[in-house]
Nanobody
């Protein structure tokens, strides 16, 4: 099995910054894409950012220029650096990792439990 553990959420004022971390552990042969989605109350889950094992990133238009996604492949960890936060960034942020648990096994998407980010004065 694979577990994803997130950390770094909390309450921040508008214009502030937060850094989220998500570490994968367990039976891991390789990890393809990792990334972050978020879900605000009453809204659908939406993509925030993803990053491939080679470092290619994709960010939602709403966060471009404010958020940065990175990863440490040796530590099986993905990060989300959030700056210039706005109240509309308030949501539960979930990380994911597309993990192969063996050489001939297709990747499966695992999810973290979610971490709350609240942007409010």
């Amino acid at each position: 099995q694979v577990q994803l553990v997130e950390s770094g959420g909390g309450l921040v004022q508008p214009g502030g910054s937060l850094r989220l971390s998500c570490a994968a552990s367990g039976t891991i042969f390789s990890i393809n894409a990792m990334g972050w989605y978020r879900q605000a109350p009453g809204k659908e889950r939406e993509l925030v950012a993803t990053i491939t094992s080679g470092g290619i990133t994709n960010l939602a238009d709403s966060v471009k220029g404010r958020f940065t996604v990175s990863r440490d492949n040796a530590a099986n960890t993905v990060y989300l650096q959030m700056s210039s936060l706005k109240p509309e960034d308030t949501a539960v942020y979930h990380c994911h990792a597309d993990v192969s648990t063996g050489r001939y096994r297709f990747p499966y998407r695992y999810w973290g439990q979610g971490t709350q980010v609240t942007v409010s004065s």
